[in-house]
């Protein structure tokens, strides 16, 4: 089965997969705007301000979603010995940053209406910084470190150790007293948001997880070329 | 109708500027990436230029090279 992550059969697929992805990321971001911004209700606390979840809410989610992705990739790179499964987890990385930045961000603007504060010491928002800094540890190991197999081992390290702090942040509402508020989405209860509402946010979901492949591939076939390139040397 | 849409209930300035950064992040990371590509992408095709028809043949026989040199032609995204 680990036959199908070989770079070469892979990269046929991913060279090929971008324009498609784009054009579907353009056409479902447009609808996910046209709901987020000028469909959906407003909230009857919050008034229009609510309309921030639907950007910071899936970045936070995506951010987690890829961290959490890269660390369990990184388990297998010690499991299974395989060197695609960091070069998969490297190409994963500048976006799951990214959306980490625009949650924090955006979080901070929401912030303000809502709480009167850009910026609170909490244990949501905290534990979100501490995984932009695990994500821009991993980042510049791989910038650091020439040594491939030493570069390797250190991201994945670095990874592994990050995995800690993802279910901190996911409880971090419910472990302590916060200013952020606990999850209105869960999987296992009932949503307490109401529909007209968790249509928009399901579409930029999808449309950030959209962007996020896009980046992905991009970043892989980069990744797959340097190889590459480095391969014309010793023909 | 416009006012209203851009003011919303006074919240505009914070709403516009949350997803004016979310898009302005998008698109500076994907103009990042694309650059990046390209530039492997030239380089790939200068080095494979230079090499001796003996070696391009070579090189022409592993499916990857052959994907890669398609879409250096093809990949104008």
């Known amino acids: 089965m680990l036959k199908s992550f070989e770079p070469n059969k892979i990269f046929l697929i991913t060279s090929r997969a971008p324009k498609y992805v784009l054009f579907l990321f353009i056409i479902v971001l447009s609808i996910g705007l046209t709901e987020a911004l000028f469909l959906s209700p407003e909230d009857y606390k919050q008034s229009h301000s609510v309309r921030i979840m639907y950007v910071h809410v899936p970045s936070a989610w995506i951010s987690l979603g890829i961290f959490s992705l890269i660390a369990f990739l990184s388990l297998g790179v010690f499991i299974f010995k395989n060197k695609n499964f960091s070069l998969i987890s490297k190409s994963l990385a500048p976006s799951g940053f990214v959306f980490n930045i625009i949650a924090l961000v955006t979080g901070a603007i929401w912030g303000k209406p809502t709480w009167g504060t850009w910026w609170a010491w909490d244990a949501r928002i905290t534990s979100m910084l501490i995984l932009a800094l695990f994500y821009l540890m991993y980042i510049l190991a791989w910038r650091i470190y020439e040594e491939k197999n030493q570069a390797n081992k250190i991201t994945s390290i670095i990874a592994i150790l990050g995995l800690i702090n993802v279910p901190i942040i996911k409880f971090s509402v419910d472990w302590w ?3 952020h508020q606990p999850s209105s989405v869960k999987l296992l209860s009932e949503t307490s948001i109401h529909t007209s509402m968790i249509i928009p946010l399901l579409i930029m979901t999808a ?11 991009m970043k892989y076939n980069t990744e797959l070329i340097k190889i590459k390139n480095k391969g014309l040397d010793r023909l | 109708m416009i006012n209203e849409i851009i003011s919303m209930n006074g919240y505009g300035i914070y709403i516009w ?3 004016s950064f979310t898009l302005i992040g998008f698109a500076v990371l994907y103009l990042v990436i694309k650059v990046q590509l390209v530039k492997e992408q030239l380089k790939f095709n200068s080095k494979f230029a230079s090499l001796t028809s003996e070696k391009i043949k070579s090189a022409k026989k592993q499916e990857t090279y052959r994907e890669i ?3 250096i032609s093809i990949s104008k995204i």
């Open chain 2, 17 to 19: 500027s949350a997803f």
């Open chain 1, 207 to 217: 449309a950030f997880a959209l962007f996020s492949i896009l980046i992905f591939l």
């Open chain 1, 177 to 179: 007293t916060t200013l």
């Open chain 2, 69 to 71: 040199l398609a879409n």
